[in-house]
Nanobody, 118 residues
C-alpha cells in the first residue's frame, strides 16, 4: 500500500507565506510525478503545481511567481512554498502522485487546510 501525508497548512494573513509538505510512503518502486491541487468550498479541485520525475514543473497561472514546487526524489517528498498569499488562495490543498508500486496508479493525500485572512 502507498500513503501520501500532507502537512504545513494553517492560518496566515494576506501577504504571508506557508510551506506545504507531502511524503509518500509504502511500497514504491518509482514516482512518475507529484502535484498539488486545491479545492475551495463549492468549487472543483484544480491543479496548482506539478513536478515530473525529471524536474519539469508546471504552475497554474494564478500562482505563477508566488508558489514554488520542489521535490526530494530520494525521500519521495514534494514541497509547495507559497508566498504572497491572498485570501483567494484559501482552500484545502491535496497532494497527488503517480506511483509505480505493486501497481501503477495515482494516489491522493487527505488534504491540508490553508486559510488566508484579509
Amino acid at each position: 500500500q502507498v500513503q501520501l501525508v500532507e502537512s504545513g497548512g494553517g492560518l496566515v494573513q494576506a501577504g504571508g507565506s506557508l510551506r506545504l509538505s507531502c511524503v509518500a510512503s509504502g511500497i514504491i518502486f518509482s514516482v512518475n510525478h507529484m502535484a498539488w491541487y486545491r479545492q475551495a468550498p463549492g468549487k472543483q479541485r484544480d491543479l496548482v503545481a506539478s513536478i515530473a520525475s525529471d524536474g519539469t514543473t508546471n504552475y497554474a497561472d494564478s500562482v505563477k511567481g508566488r508558489f514554488t514546487i520542489s521535490g526530494e526524489n530520494a525521500k519521495n517528498t514534494v514541497y509547495l512554498q507559497m508566498n504572497s498569499l491572498k485570501p483567494e488562495d484559501t482552500a484545502v490543498y491535496y497532494c497527488k502522485s503517480g506511483i509505480r508500486g505493486l501497481i501503477v496508479r495515482d494516489y491522493w493525500g487527505q488534504g491540508t487546510q490553508v486559510t488566508v485572512s484579509s
